[in-house]
Structures are given as C-alpha cells and as structure tokens.
C-alpha cells in the first residue's frame, strides 16, 4: 500500500471542495477589481475602503452581540468591536481622507515590518546564511526606511500593484475554474 509523502507525515493537505464556478467567478471579481485599480486608482480605492468600513462596522456590531451569546475574552471582544465600529464609521464620515489615512498606515506598516525582516536576514547571513542573503536583508531594510521616510510614494503606488496582484490572481483563478469544469 502507497502513500504520499505528506499522508506519511501527517501533514497533508485536504482539497477543498469548492464549485469550480464559485473559483471562476472569483477569478472573474479579481480581474475586474485589478483592471479598476489600474486604470482608476484614486475612485476604486476609495470604494474598495468604503466596502471595508461597512464590513468592519457589521464585524464591530457581531462582536459586540456576542458577547450577548459568550463571555470568554469580553474586554478583547469589546474593545475590537468598538474599534471596528468607529473606523468603519470614520471612513464613511470622511470619504476622501480616508483612504490616505488607512494606505499611510498600511505603509509604515509595511516599512516597519521591512526593517524587521531585514534586520533578520542580516543576522542569518552572518550565521552561515551567506553574502545574498545579507544583500538582501540590506535592500529590505533600505525599502523599509524609503517607504517610511516617503509613505506618500507608496500610497500612490500601492493601488497598481494590489491591481496587478489582482489580475494574476484573476487569471489565475479563471483558469482554474475552468480547469475544474472539464
């Protein structure tokens, strides 16, 4: 009797059985979604922060009613789901602010985490991770301290590139949902 190598180990992977229409049309949103932020960033990012507001506004009121249904963690569920409730309502409040406030700070995130990771990548090169790998935690610590020195430039361009993600992910998508038709 055969096994894989991953049902050998116990670390195997379940497939998941989705309709291949439901990945089509997945793969469709995402396209259309990239192609939006490509050709009209500044209106597409707006809706698209518009759609979040609402569902972290929904996710804040879910929170909070259940901690109606469930006590565990009640100062946590609380806390989250007022935040949620008052940045949704701070993007619906301020359309046209909003999305320079949430994309500044996804990218000082962003350049935080970059530093962190290269300082990692830094230090596992001087532990036998070799030169390319600390040329690399350098580079990363470098595109880290532009975007936090700069978020502006990120901001602007932070919409092509989830655009482009996006339509590959699309493609991609679309293509596997018509892999899994046939």
Known sequence: MEQTTAAAYGGGYEVLDVPWWAVLLEGI??????LFLLFTPGATTVVLLQVLAIFWIIGGIFSI???LINRES?????VSGVLSILAGAVILIYPVLSPFIVLTLFIIFIGVWAIIAGAIKVAWSFKGGGWGMGL?????????????VNPMSGILVL???FGIFLIAGGIGGIIGGLKMRS
């Open 65 to 67: 009613v259940g901690l």
């Open 159 to 161: 919409p092509w590139i």
């Open 136 to 148: 690399l935690g350098v580079l990363t610590i470098i595109l880290g301290l532009l975007l936090l």
């Open 29 to 34: 949103v995402a396209l259309i979604i990239g």
């Open 74 to 78: 009640w100062f946590w569920k609380l």
